[in-house]
């Protein structure tokens, strides 16, 4: 294979990339999820010294940040996400003196870092709702939540029926007889965003991190924080008839872009200044520009491709869709296909109807956990592989999840009792199974107690065939998923000049072509029929993602530009 790695041309673009303000307009960004990452003190959960002794391995996939998902003090009854401490670390995870020996690590590395902020709901162990329990009804101290009365006789009736995300009553009651509402786990009571303590204490807590040298934002359901709850409520079945078109009480509400301009503020007050992506589950990609606005939070997921089959036409569209928004809106589109709330994408793309979620066959979950044989984990590999190296080389940002460059498969072999996703328990959506197959600690190597991990057991339980996937058998191997993730991070900057493309038409439905302004060509194969390229373009592939490059089925190859290789 032709390197083009040291080339001049690389080294130009990184050393302006590494003092550019707008660094975040087409990143790549790996996404950890700090449990599950490394364990250096045997604990067997993952830790934020365990990601520092990973440090090396970071820079080697040559990203431009990682994203941490929570590390604060929890009860882990939402893998974190119900944080009970939003200025702190947890202590089975480190010390804040660990975060910033972390930070510096990165930063040495020229590696950026994005926090977590979780703002719709705190853990019910926060300071504040055990205020709020103490005080009692009516106090003020309930205000910074959503207390209500019952109804029915004495109140023994929830105030509505509405469903909590992760299933069951999004009501609890508490002794004195008062219902709190959680959109979310029990744990996770939802915070009063027209309450101006709420609003000062996150304002509080971004610029804690940001004077930490922080450098940009991830916001939890950040299309769920404010809503109207005036008298009279309706109920579940009203609610759901409710356009989400900016007044929904409870969904993507126009007036929760108030609070996003109040934080760009801050944001602006740092130079350069903190980057923030929006996770908004909304109805269209117009709803979802409004988080990403320069006065707003700046990015926001792009959530389409992930729920998409690994299908040409589907592919197009949303690209270009996207692609236009983002020109029309001033921001960079993102592309995600996995993270640590989905089925991994190498097994979706391994099920039998191509779903972007997991599919129901009868009565049964075809996905992690479904029956083993409906899954063709060689062709999900193959098309996870095609469909990321499509990703890297379109314009914008795109965020990884841990694992995903070892070509990692859902795990299904998790027990009942060893499960911890509150989504399984309640059995609400994220399909039966939870999130616990993508949440499984990483194999770092072929042997060892729980494969390099950590010195113990992991805290959830790693299959054998993890040791195919570990992080050191792959690195010897050059056809290695890792090895591709590693090859392509590598040349990718080179191709990120000008956010745009063009399409080449193929003449094939399944084939999708596209160049770059500065020459480079992608080249994706959805289909199972060969699609080859002229001998002189095919000297100039540089990267792709089967052994023969003049492209098989299910495969997807980097052109360089002419001249560029010499
Ligand atoms: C987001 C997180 C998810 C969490 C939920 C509640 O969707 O990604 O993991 O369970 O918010 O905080």
Same mark, same amino acid.
């Given at each position: 294979?032709?390197?083009?790695?040291?080339?001049?041309?690389?080294?130009?673009i990184?050393?302006?990339?590494?003092?550019?303000?707008?660094?975040?307009?087409?990143?790549?960004?790996?996404?950890?999820?700090?449990?599950?990452?490394?364990?250096?003190?045997?604990?067997?959960?993952?830790?934020?010294?365990?990601?520092?002794?990973?440090?090396?391995?970071?820079?080697?996939?040559?990203?431009?940040?990682?994203?941490l998902?929570?590390?604060?003090?929890?009860?882990?009854?939402?893998?974190?996400?119900?944080?009970?401490?939003?200025?702190?670390?947890?202590?089975?995870?480190?010390?804040?003196?660990?975060?910033?020996k972390?930070?510096?690590?990165?930063?040495?590395?020229?590696?950026?870092?994005?926090?977590?902020?979780?703002?719709?709901?705190?853990?019910?162990?926060?300071?504040?709702?055990?205020?709020?329990?103490?005080?009692?009804?009516?106090?003020?101290?309930?205000?910074?939540?959503?207390?209500?009365?019952?109804?029915?006789?004495?109140?023994?009736?929830?105030?509505?029926?509405?469903?909590?995300?992760?299933?069951?009553?999004?009501?609890e009651?508490?002794?004195?007889?008062?219902?709190?509402?959680?959109?979310?786990?029990?744990?996770?009571?939802?915070?009063?965003?027209?309450?101006?303590?709420?609003?000062?204490?996150?304002?509080?807590?971004?610029?804690?991190?940001?004077?930490?040298?922080?450098?940009?934002?991830?916001?939890?359901?950040?299309?769920?924080?404010?809503k109207?709850?005036?008298?009279?409520?309706?109920?579940?079945?009203?609610?759901?008839?409710?356009?989400?078109?900016?007044?929904?009480?409870?969904?993507?509400?126009?007036?929760?872009?108030?609070?996003?301009?109040?934080?760009?503020?801050?944001?602006?007050?740092?130079?350069?200044?903190?980057t923030?992506?929006?996770?908004?589950?909304v109805?269209?990609?117009?709803?979802?520009?409004?988080?990403?606005?320069?006065?707003? $939070?700046? %990015?926001?997921?792009?959530?389409? #491709?992930? @729920?998409?089959?690994?299908? *040409? +036409?589907?592919? !197009?569209?949303?690209? =270009?869709d996207?692609?236009?928004?983002?020109?029309?809106?001033?921001?960079?589109?993102?592309?995600?296909?996995?993270?640590?709330?989905?089925?991994?994408?190498?097994?979706?793309?391994?099920?039998?109807?191509?779903?972007?979620?997991?599919v129901?066959?009868?009565?049964?979950?075809?996905?992690?956990?479904?029956?083993?044989?409906?899954?063709?984990?060689?062709?999900?590999?193959?098309?996870?592989?095609?469909?990321?190296?499509?990703?890297?080389?379109?314009?914008?940002?795109?965020? $990884?999840? %841990?694992?995903?460059?070892?070509? #990692?498969? @859902?795990?299904?072999?998790? *027990? +009942?009792?060893? !499960?911890?996703?509150? =989504?399984?328990?309640r059995?609400?959506?994220?399909?039966?199974?939870?999130?616990?197959?993508?949440?499984?600690?990483?194999?770092?190597?072929?042997?060892?107690?729980?494969?390099?991990?950590?010195?113990?057991a992991?805290?959830?339980?790693?299959?054998?065939?993890?040791?195919?996937?570990?992080?050191?058998?792959?690195?010897?191997?050059?056809?290695?998923?890792?090895?591709?993730?590693?090859?392509?991070?590598?040349?990718?900057?080179?191709?990120?000049?000008?956010?745009?493309?063009?399409?080449?038409?193929?003449?094939?439905?399944?084939?999708?072509?596209?160049?770059?302004?500065?020459?480079?060509?992608?080249?994706?194969?959805?289909?199972?029929?060969?699609?080859?390229?002229?001998?002189e373009?095919?000297?100039?592939?540089?990267?792709?993602?089967?052994?023969?490059?003049?492209?098989?089925?299910?495969?997807?190859v980097?052109?360089?530009?002419?001249?560029?290789?010499?």
């Amino acid at each position: 294979m032709t390197d083009v790695r040291s080339d001049d041309t690389r080294q130009a673009i990184e050393a302006e990339q590494a003092t550019d303000a707008s660094w975040w307009r087409q990143a790549a960004v790996y996404q950890i999820y700090p449990r599950s990452f490394a364990d250096a003190d045997g604990d067997g959960l993952g830790d934020l010294p365990g990601i520092l002794s990973r440090v090396d391995y970071l820079a080697s996939l040559s990203i431009d940040a990682i994203w941490l998902s929570p590390f604060y003090p929890s009860a882990l009854a939402d893998g974190g996400y119900d944080v009970a401490d939003y200025r702190d670390v947890d202590p089975r995870l480190g010390t804040l003196d660990d975060f910033d020996k972390l930070i510096a690590a990165l930063h040495e590395r020229g590696i950026r870092v994005i926090v977590d902020i979780v703002p719709n709901h705190t853990s019910n162990l926060h300071e504040w709702f055990g205020e709020a329990l103490a005080a009692g009804r009516g106090s003020a101290a309930r205000e910074r939540y959503i207390f209500r009365d019952g109804t029915g006789d004495g109140g023994e009736e929830p105030p509505t029926d509405w469903e909590s995300v992760f299933g069951g009553p999004a009501w609890e009651r508490v002794e004195d007889g008062q219902w709190y509402f959680h959109n979310f786990a029990t744990e996770q009571p939802d915070l009063n965003w027209d309450h101006p303590e709420v609003r000062e204490d996150f304002l509080r807590t971004l610029r804690f991190w940001s004077d930490r040298g922080v450098d940009g934002f991830r916001i939890d359901v950040a299309h769920m924080l404010t809503k109207d709850l005036s008298e009279p409520l309706p109920s579940r079945a009203e609610l759901e008839l409710i356009p989400q078109d900016g007044n929904h009480p409870l969904i993507d509400r126009d007036d929760v872009h108030e609070v996003y301009a109040e934080w760009r503020r801050v944001f602006d007050e740092y130079d350069p200044p903190r980057t923030a992506v929006a996770e908004a589950w909304v109805s269209t990609s117009e709803r979802r520009a409004k988080y990403a606005s320069a006065e707003g $939070l700046g %990015q926001a997921f792009n959530f389409d #491709l992930l @729920e998409a089959d690994f299908d *040409a +036409a589907a592919f !197009r569209t949303i690209i =270009a869709d996207n692609l236009a928004q983002a020109q029309a809106t001033g921001s960079s589109t993102t592309w995600v296909l996995s993270n640590h709330d989905v089925t991994r994408h190498a097994t979706r793309y391994g099920l039998p109807a191509l779903a972007g979620r997991p599919v129901k066959q009868g009565t049964e979950w075809v996905a992690a956990g479904g029956p083993d044989d409906a899954i063709d984990r060689g062709r999900g590999l193959r098309r996870a592989r095609a469909a990321t190296l499509l990703l890297l080389g379109l314009p914008g940002s795109t965020y $990884l999840y %841990q694992g995903e460059e070892l070509g #990692l498969q @859902e795990v299904a072999e998790i *027990a +009942a009792e060893q !499960r911890q996703d509150p =989504a399984f328990f309640r059995g609400g959506e994220f399909d039966g199974l939870g999130r616990d197959g993508c949440r499984v600690p990483l194999p770092w190597s072929a042997d060892g107690a729980s494969f390099g991990f950590g010195d113990a057991a992991a805290h959830l339980p790693q299959p054998a065939w993890f040791a195919d996937h570990a992080v050191d058998v792959e690195t010897a191997d050059p056809e290695s998923t890792l090895s591709l993730y590693r090859e392509a991070l590598g040349i990718r900057r080179l191709l990120q000049t000008e956010e745009r493309l063009d399409w080449i038409e193929t003449g094939r439905t399944d084939v999708l072509r596209l160049v770059r302004p500065n020459g480079w060509q992608v080249v994706a194969n959805f289909g199972t029929d060969a699609f080859p390229l002229e001998a002189e373009e095919a000297d100039r592939v540089v990267l792709g993602t089967a052994e023969d490059r003049s492209v098989p089925g299910e495969t997807t190859v980097w052109i360089a530009p002419e001249g560029l290789l010499g």
